[in-house]
Each structure stands twice: as structure tokens, then as C-alpha cells.
């Protein structure tokens, strides 16, 4: 199975700045067939990019998704109150879906 | 808008089974597929099973194919998760989650969630 490999563990970031999340895999994800999905405390987890790039239906576009093969970056370019949480990232390339272990975003 | 709610979760005994039920509304529900993932306390996310609009396609994870059973009503908009045989690490929050590939294909990727039903397994 693919594993994907999620850094940093945790990310402090101040409130309008920049925050860059990775994910990588051990083995090419095919078609791009990536998704980050943003979870709060007893909170339904939502959708945010899938296609690697794409973003869900309302999401705002400060939140960017790129990357190819192995490595993807999930980037939200000015940090809202609202985006602090968990991110996971999640790969449905294969017949085995599998998900990081999360990066939590914390305010600084 | 669209909502998908979990139920049936608490605390079970070893080898007993359980039936997990996730009520939608908010979309056609008869034409999407619907998957549930479960997350363990303190361990990652794990995608467990789908069942596909009609209910005649469903994919299960390899290692929990032999205790786990899904099946869908589409007359009461509700999808099941029937787990056998009920073992400590099946301990965890259960979600539904929408498929957007609606009755075309399963992207197995996950649009909407519902929040989460607690599962635990104690004697």
C-alpha cells in the first residue's frame, strides 16, 4: 500500500501569514488522485483540495493545492482564524485507499 | 444542504456484533456511493468499506472484509455498517462519507462527512 508521510507534525503559524503542508508519498500516487481534508474537534472532517489541485465547493482561495507524483504541498497563503485545525491528505490512486497521519495547525 | 449523520455507536463486548447506521438527506441519495472510514484513538484514519447508488457494488478493506458488511436502504436514505465479531481494535469513531462520482463511477474520494459515531469495544 502507499503510505503517505505528512510534515510537519505540528505547524505554529500567526494568524495572515503562510502556511505550507507536506505530504509524500512512498510510491508515485496515479492521476494525481490526491485530497486534503481539513478536521476541527468534534467537527465533520471537509473536503478542502482533491485532483491534487482542485478545490472543494466552498472553499476559499486562499487555500492551494499542488505537486505531482510523490510529493504535494497544501498551502493556505493567509492564515484565517477559522483554519486552524487538522489536515489530512489522502490518496485514492490504487485500489487501497490510504490517508496521512495529519499536521496539526495551531495558532502561534 | 447536504447531511449525513451516524448512529448505533457505544460500548459493545468482545464478539459481539454491531449495526451502524448513517442517515443522509440534502442530495439524491439513491445516486451516490457512500463509504465509511474509521479513525482508532490516537491512530491515523482508515477507509473500511463502500457500497456503491444501487447497492450492488461494495469494495471492503482487505483486512476487515470477513467481519465487516455494508448495505444500503435507499427507500430510508440510510447506508449500514454491520461489523461481527467485534475485537478491542475496532475501538474508534466511525464516519460515512459521500462519494462524488455520484452513478458514473466511485472517485473514493470523500465530498461530505458526517460526524462520527464512537465505537467502543470493552468488556
Known amino acids: 500500500e502507499i503510505v503517505l508521510t505528512q510534515s510537519p507534525g505540528t505547524l505554529s503559524v500567526s494568524p495572515g501569514e503562510r502556511a505550507t503542508l507536506s505530504c509524500r508519498a512512498s510510491?508515485?500516487?496515479?492521476?494525481?488522485?490526491l485530497a486534503w481534508y481539513q478536521r476541527k474537534p468534534g467537527q465533520a472532517p471537509r473536503l478542502v483540495i482533491y485532483g491534487a489541485s482542485s478545490r472543494a465547493f466552498g472553499i476559499p482561495d486562499r487555500f492551494s493545492g499542488s505537486g505531482s507524483g510523490t510529493d504535494f504541498t497544501l498551502t493556505i497563503s493567509r492564515l484565517e482564524p477559522e483554519d486552524f485545525a487538522v489536515y489530512y491528505c489522502?490518496?485514492?490512486?490504487?485500489?487501497?485507499?490510504?490517508f496521512g497521519q495529519g499536521t496539526r495547525l495551531e495558532i502561534k | 444542504q447536504v447531511q449525513l449523520v451516524e448512529s448505533g455507536g457505544g460500548v459493545v463486548q468482545p464478539e459481539k456484533s454491531l449495526r451502524l447506521s448513517c442517515t443522509a438527506s440534502g442530495f439524491p441519495f439513491g445516486s451516490y456511493g457512500i463509504h465509511w472510514v474509521r479513525q482508532s484513538p490516537g491512530k491515523g484514519l482508515q477507509w473500511v468499506a463502500v457500497?456503491?447508488?444501487?447497492?450492488?457494488?461494495?469494495y471492503y478493506a482487505d483486512s476487515l472484509k470477513d467481519r465487516f458488511t455494508v448495505s444500503r436502504d435507499n427507500s430510508k436514505n440510510t447506508v449500514y455498517l454491520h461489523i461481527n465479531s467485534l475485537r478491542d481494535d475496532d475501538t474508534a469513531v466511525y464516519y460515512c462519507?459521500?462519494?462524488?462520482?455520484?452513478?458514473?463511477?466511485?472517485?473514493?474520494?470523500?465530498?461530505?462527512w458526517g460526524p462520527g459515531t464512537l465505537v467502543s469495544v470493552s468488556s
Open positions: 462519507a459521500r462519494d462524488p462520482g455520484g452513478v458514473v463511477t466511485l472517485d473514493y474520494y470523500f465530498d461530505y
Open positions: 489522502q490518496q485514492y490512486g490504487v485500489s487501497r485507499i490510504t
Open positions: 510510491q508515485s500516487v496515479s492521476s494525481n488522485n
Open positions: 457500497v456503491w447508488y444501487d447497492g450492488n457494488v461494495k
